[in-house]
């Protein structure tokens, strides 16, 4: 049985709620890795991958967020998504935030937020664009890419006539996560035995509170799972007008067991390729490059 979180994201069933919550915690996530990332951009570790414009996260985050807040910029102080995220003070994300808090504050230790950019970045890298074109089918989302741009990486620079960023190819894609491991790889040979070792541990670190973040949401998941099925039903309709009709809980569990074919499981993604990271760490010092995949 696939995560909750998937089959419904993926079937076009997560509900709005749900959808702007996945979102928002990511956005949290992303705006403390990168705002540490442009702190120490010079740092002799961390500058091989930094390059915003084909990297950074956040901004798409914030539009897609927007977009779904009827095209509200100040979403953190409108949004009663937002204000639940606040007030419900989820453990997982203090915890993954803080930590990267942390690392952003420290001169000693800052080099490790490379960990966290390696799991996160070359996640989104595997197969943004195959789940794009499913977030978009199944939620009724422009081509144009409004509402889904966390799913793709965009080319520095240029826009559509529109004023949209253009997104990357598949070749590109692979070049952008080609030319990211080839940082990472520069990035280790600076590297003393005992940074490796530490780059090693944080990486697990990275592992379990991606982990972590991820169960907390399957657990709101499950949470709105149970309260439809006490209710009968549910509309999901965003607030610009996008969404999914009602459906009975019955009709969302059938879908839920059985998501459309061939539909990718983007978790399932990202925490292959998280475990790949861990696996590439561990062999750190054991004759192979450095986060070599």
């Given amino acids: 049985m696939?995560?909750?979180?998937?089959?419904?994201?993926?079937?076009?069933?997560?509900?709005?709620?749900?959808?702007?919550?996945?979102?928002?915690?990511?956005?949290?996530?992303?705006?403390?890795l990168e705002t540490g990332l442009d702190t120490?951009?010079?740092?002799?570790?961390?500058?091989?991958?930094?390059?915003?414009?084909?990297?950074?996260?956040?901004?798409?985050?914030?539009?897609?967020?927007?977009?779904?807040c009827g095209g509200s910029t100040e979403w953190k102080k409108e949004s009663e998504v937002w204000s639940?995220?606040?007030?419900?003070?989820?453990?997982?994300?203090?915890?993954y935030v803080g930590r990267l808090d942390e690392l952003a504050k420290s001169e000693t230790d800052a080099y490790l937020l490379l960990a966290h950019s390696y799991v996160r970045y070359l996640g989104d890298l595997s197969g943004g664009q195959s789940i794009a074109r499913i977030i978009r089918k199944n939620y009724h989302l422009p081509a144009t890419g409004e509402g889904s741009q966390f799913y793709e990486f965009y080319l520095p620079t240029s826009t559509t006539p529109t004023g949209l960023p253009i997104s990357a190819t598949l070749n590109e894609t692979k070049e952008?996560?080609?030319w990211f491991r080839a940082g990472l790889d520069e990035a280790g040979e600076r590297m003393t035995e005992q940074q490796r070792q530490n780059v090693v541990d944080e990486a697990r670190r990275a592992f379990e509170l991606n982990i972590n973040l991820f169960a907390s949401f399957e657990g709101l998941v499950k949470d709105y799972s149970d309260d439809v099925e006490a209710n009968g039903t549910t509309t999901t309709t965003m607030a610009n007008g996008h969404g999914v009709a009602s459906k009975t809980s019955k009709d969302k569990e059938v879908d839920y067991q059985s998501p459309k074919s061939g539909a990718l499981t983007w978790i399932g993604v990202i925490l292959a390729v998280v475990f790949a990271a861990y696996i590439a760490y561990r062999d750190v010092g054991k004759g192979k490059p450095l986060l070599a995949v």
Avoid: W
């Fill in 2 to 32: 696939q995560p909750a979180v998937v089959a419904k994201l993926v079937s076009g069933q997560l509900p709005q709620t749900l959808h702007l919550r996945y979102l928002m915690l990511l956005h949290s996530v992303y705006t403390a």
């Fill in 40 to 68: 120490h951009s010079s740092h002799q570790l961390l500058c091989t991958t930094y390059q915003p414009a084909l990297l950074a996260r956040a901004p798409s985050l914030d539009a897609d967020v927007a977009f779904f």
């Fill in 84 to 95: 639940k995220i606040v007030e419900d003070k989820l453990e997982s994300l203090r915890d």
């Fill in 176 to 178: 952008i996560k080609n």
